[in-house]
Structure formats: structure tokens, C-alpha cells
């Protein structure tokens, strides 16, 4: 499992701006971010380096942020890689809260981001031969 | 106790002291002031009829706005040179009001803003800090003379600085803190700001007023300073704080009877109420000499509590203020008191008790939205979670009020904090709306 950074944001103009800018001048390099909205307010997903310090700068900035564990399983960066995922958990009845990919910078393979209410599937994916990320693959431990 | 032979007195002994102070106060106005002869007169009343307190039933009230017309000295009953301060009301619902007070006045606030703080339990070996803004606002400087009269070592902060507030709590032991209720919850937030534990403060009770709050916020606000918060009440065209205050037993506020005649009327008919119906609180002041006032409507809520108390005293209570109805929004026919609202998000753990109503109009209807901030350790990452909650306290809330709303959930320490009162109702709806 790996730390997703979750912040509530109000459908304000600029207020995801503020919330980049505290990240950016806090040196905090994002992997992804994912906004998933209604017409009141957002809620902010992000994968970054140092999730940690990225909680504590958003704090401190007045933003209302959590730590989520989220999946993170690599994949080859080719079509259908996605969908064999989620054939997988589908196979065994899990289900699947949210997802989103991105492509690391290495470029061969992309990442899928899964949010599962269930401790069996990071196991499920392991087992069916998935390579699922560790913390230590996507970011640095936080120096604390 | 602080004055167990006044404030413990038999009610036959009580009620004849008042019957005397009011024989004289009523034939005071008459003689010095236009407004109570013009009233007295239009009533056919005759202040030497006067035998019974039941008599003073017939007594024409008077309203903010008798004041408001007399500004600045003209309902003062004492001649200007024996007036010594004035105070005023903050003039946000319209013309402000002047106050003034003989020496003889600030004596005796004195000693019933003293009785106040003995009441929460407080004494002399206490360290007083004084929140409440110091200047024409009463808060400030009645906090202040009553902690003085009480002997206690009494610390002039006045409002502002939250952080300062903090560190001098801290630096100087301090043992009691007067404020409104919304400013000691966010000395709470601040102190844990800046990494001090504000359970870990040497404070023991708080004096709380100015506002109206509910009795999940007394919970809040003892848990997160640790101590013990009492309910203390006043308005300045009465004196300023001093008119009533909770015992350490939090269950009503002892109104100073012998200093004012309490009755509670009926907000529509205006016919005084029996003991324990709610109703419109009216004050009668029976010492005061710079301004007194005479069945004074305060727009403030309650009901008597006649049962006695534990604590002795048998001065008897009013319940908490649970609004002002000038404060009462009408919501398309029903009346809501925002403090209904907070005592909802109090019970729900997600959200925060800062919230604001803002009103508008949708077409001939009026709109309500409650904006609510989420608590900051809100633990989510779903919209629907976030939808769902949304929908738990717009439930919860029309539940409470019976009138339907929206709901807006918005960032923690988004709705700007109140180092005075809070304020709590923006009202959109146009000609004739205001602020309060």
C-alpha cells in the first residue's frame, strides 16, 4: 500500500492554484493528481515523493488533508493494461472504490492507482502476478 | 458565597426590598425623565398608585428604540454631572444607544460582576484574564472593575492578538478566562496551533457571555480548555454584564433580584407569563440611577426556573438565553435561532461548530444555506463520503429546525473567526434585510 495524499477543496477560483503553489515552494515533486469534483467542493488526490511533509505543508496552509492507502500496481504501458487489473479483482468480488494511472518518467510502464475497502487485494493482485509498488519504489521515505 | 445575607435572602424579604426600590424608581423616571412621564401618562399610570410588584403590570414597556430616540443623554435620569462613564451599544442593527453611570452605578456593578465570578467559583487567589474588548463595549471594562472588587489579580488584555492571549494565559497562571464562548474556542484552536496543550494551561473556569451558545459548546469548550465554563449574562441598556450569572452548578442563571425585576411576557400578547413558560425576558432596574430602565424588552428568550437551587442562593434562575429574537431568522414562516444549528454540528463529529446561514431569495422563496466547515482531521477521500455527510447534516438540521435548507460544506477556517461576537447570519434577501 502506498500513502495518497486526500484534500478537500472548495469549488473556489484559485484555490487549487494555492494548494500547487504550497506544494511547489515546499519542494514536493507530484507523481499525479487527481481531482474528482461536484459543483460544492473537490476532493484532491495526489502521489507524490514525500507524502508526510506534503500533509504537514497543506495543514499548515489550512487545507483539510488526509493520508489514504491506495494500491499501486504497475503495469506495461500498452492498451488493456488496466482492464486485466481489474479482471482480476472483478474475478473475486472486489470492488473497486476509484482508479487513475499515470506513466512514470522511466516511460515503459504506467501505474494504475486503485482505491479497494478491502485488505485481500493488494494480495489478490500479487498472487495473479501483478507487481505491486512498495512505498519505497514511488517515494522516498519521508525524514522523519 | 459572596453575599449570602442579599443573595440567599428569604423571598418575602426579597420582594419587599423590591417593591421599595421600585415605589422609588418608578417616581424617580416620572420626575427626571420626558420619556417615562410622556409614557407613564399616555397609560393612565400613576407611579404613587403604585402597592403591590403585581402592580407593575400596568407599567408601560419600553424598547430599544426609547433609547435609541433619546440619544445621547436623553433618558438619563441622573443630571450629566453626576454621571462618571458612559458606555454604548455597537450600533449594528441601527442608531447605537448611550449608557450612563453614576459612581454609585459602577459600585455596584462592581459588586454584581464581582458576585458573578464568585458565583463561577472564582475568589481572590484567583488570575483573571479579561478577553472581552475594553472601550464603549460594557464587556471589557465590567469584567474588569467586578475581578478587581473581587480581589483577584485581574490581567486588562482586551480582545485581539489571539496569539498573545495565549501566551500570556500561559506566562501568568492564568486561573479564569472572560470571554464570549466563540473566542475561547478559538484560543483553544490557537494554543494547539502553536503547540501549546491547552488542557495543560492552569486555567480552571471560564466567564462566558455576550452570545448566545448551547450546552454542546459548554461540553466543547470545558474538554478542549479544561475547565469549568459558566454562563454569565447582561446587556448594557440593563447595566452591561452582572444582571444574571450560573452558579457551579450550570443549571440556570441566577438573575441579581435584588438589583432587577425579572418577568418573562409573551412575545406575541406581551402579557407576563407564569414561572417556567418561555417567553420575551423584561428587566426593570431597581438601582440604578444614570440610566434606569423600566420594563425594558430585551429580545432575549427564556423562562424562569423557580425551583431553588442546590447552591442556596434563592435569587431565581432563568434558563440559558437559547436566542435573541432579534437574532431569530424567519425561514418562510418558522422562526430558527442559530443556535439551534450549532447545537446540530456540535453532534456530529466531521464537522466543525463554525458555520454561517447566509439568506437569500429564490424568486419569492427564501433560500437558507448553511455553510459548514469540515473539521480538519477529516478522514475521506470520497466525494460520496463527503456527499453523504453533506446529506447527514442537512438532515440532521432540517430535522432539528423543521424547515428545509441547503447545506455547503467549506474548508476548515474558512468562515472568519469573531474575537467579539460571532457572527453568525448574512442576510441576501434585499430591502430590508440586515445584518446581525
Redesign the interface.
Known amino acids: 500500500m502506498i500513502d495518497?495524499v486526500?484534500v478537500?477543496?472548495?469549488n473556489r477560483s484559485g484555490?487549487l492554484a494555492e494548494l500547487t503553489r504550497a506544494l511547489g515552494e515546499a519542494g514536493i515533486d507530484m507523481r499525479a493528481l487527481m481531482v474528482?469534483?461536484?459543483s460544492?467542493?473537490?476532493?484532491i488526490?495526489i502521489i507524490c515523493d514525500r507524502p508526510e511533509k506534503a500533509k504537514a505543508v497543506l495543514?499548515a496552509g489550512?487545507?483539510?488533508v488526509?493520508l489514504?492507502p491506495v494500491i499501486a500496481v504497475e503495469v506495461p504501458d500498452s492498451p488493456g493494461g488496466l482492464a486485466e487489473v481489474l479482471e482480476t479483482l472483478g474475478k473475486v468480488g472486489l470492488n473497486v472504490?476509484?482508479a487513475y494511472c499515470f506513466v512514470r518518467s522511466t516511460g515503459q510502464s504506467a501505474v494504475d492507482v486503485l482505491?479497494i475497502d478491502d485488505s485481500r487485494a493488494a494480495d489478490v493482485l500479487a498472487i495473479a502476478g501483478f507487481t505491486v509498488l512498495s512505498p519505497s519504489d514511488l517515494y522516498c521515505a519521508d525524514e522523519s | 458565597m459572596f453575599q449570602p445575607e442579599l443573595e440567599a435572602m428569604p423571598r418575602r424579604d426579597l420582594e419587599a426590598l423590591q417593591l421599595e426600590r421600585l415605589c422609588g424608581l418608578l417616581s424617580r423616571v416620572y420626575a427626571t425623565v420626558p420619556t417615562y412621564r410622556r409614557l407613564f401618562d399616555e397609560a393612565g399610570f400613576d407611579p404613587a398608585s403604585l402597592t403591590s410588584l403585581d402592580g407593575l403590570r400596568k407599567v408601560p414597556f419600553t424598547v430599544k428604540d426609547d433609547l435609541r430616540a433619546g440619544y445621547p443623554y436623553g433618558m438619563f435620569s441622573a443630571p450629566l454631572r453626576d454621571i462618571v462613564r458612559v458606555h454604548s451599544s455597537s450600533g449594528t442593527t441601527g442608531q447605537v444607544t448611550v449608557v450612563g453611570y453614576t459612581k454609585g452605578d459602577i459600585e455596584r456593578w462592581s459588586e454584581l460582576m464581582a458576585r458573578t465570578y464568585a458565583c463561577a467559583g472564582a475568589t481572590a487567589d484567583d488570575i483573571v484574564q479579561v478577553t472581552y474588548g475594553y472601550g464603549l463595549f460594557t464587556g471589557g471594562l465590567g469584567a474588569h472593575y467586578g475581578s478587581e472588587r473581587l480581589g483577584a489579580l485581574t490581567v486588562p488584555v482586551s480582545g485581539g492578538n489571539t496569539k498573545r492571549q495565549v501566551q500570556i494565559l500561559s506566562d501568568f497562571g492564568v486561573t479564569v478566562l472572560a470571554c464570549t464562548p466563540s473566542y475561547a474556542l478559538l484560543i483553544a484552536e490557537t494554543a494547539r496551533e502553536m503547540g501549546v496543550d491547552p488542557r495543560a494551561l492552569p486555567l480552571r473556569i471560564g466567564v462566558f457571555g455576550a452570545e448566545p451558545w448551547s450546552e454542546s459548546m459548554r461540553h466543547q469548550i470545558e474538554d478542549e480548555l479544561g475547565l469549568l465554563a459558566i454562563d454569565i449574562y447582561g446587556l448594557s441598556e440593563v447595566m452591561g454584564p452582572g444582571v444574571a450569572s450560573e452558579c457551579v452548578h450550570q443549571c440556570g442563571l441566577h438573575v441579581f433580584e435584588d438589583h432587577f425585576l425579572v418577568e418573562i411576557v409573551d412575545t406575541e400578547t406581551l402579557q407576563p407569563l407564569p414561572d417556567g413558560e418561555t417567553g420575551e425576558v423584561v428587566f426593570t432596574t431597581l438601582t440604578k440611577e444614570g440610566i434606569p430602565v423600566v420594563r425594558y424588552r430585551t429580545r432575549d428568550v427564556s423562562r424562569i426556573i423557580p425551583e431553588p437551587c442546590a447552591c442556596g442562593r434563592t435569587f431565581r434562575r432563568i434558563e440559558r438565553v437559547t436566542g435573541r429574537s432579534d437574532d431569530m431568522i424567519i425561514i418562510r414562516g418558522v422562526n430558527v435561532y442559530p443556535s439551534q444549528i450549532e447545537q446540530v454540528l456540535l453532534g456530529i463529529p466531521m464537522v466543525a461548530p463554525h458555520y454561517q446561514v447566509v439568506l437569500s431569495k429564490s424568486g419569492s422563496m427564501d433560500r437558507v444555506e448553511v455553510h459548514v466547515e469540515v473539521a480538519p482531521e477529516l478522514d475521506f477521500d470520497e466525494v460520496r463520503a463527503l456527499e453523504s455527510l453533506q446529506r447527514q447534516v442537512k438532515g440532521a438540521i432540517e430535522s432539528a429546525l423543521a424547515v428545509s435548507i441547503g447545506v455547503k460544506l467549506v474548508e476548515p477556517k474558512s468562515i472568519a473567526r469573531s474575537e467579539g461576537k460571532a457572527k453568525r447570519v448574512v442576510d441576501l434577501r434585499g430591502e430590508g434585510g440586515s445584518t446581525s
Open positions: 495518497q486526500s478537500f477543496l472548495e484555490r474528482a469534483d461536484t460544492d467542493f473537490g476532493v488526490r495543514e489550512g487545507f483539510s488526509s489514504t472504490e476509484y482505491k
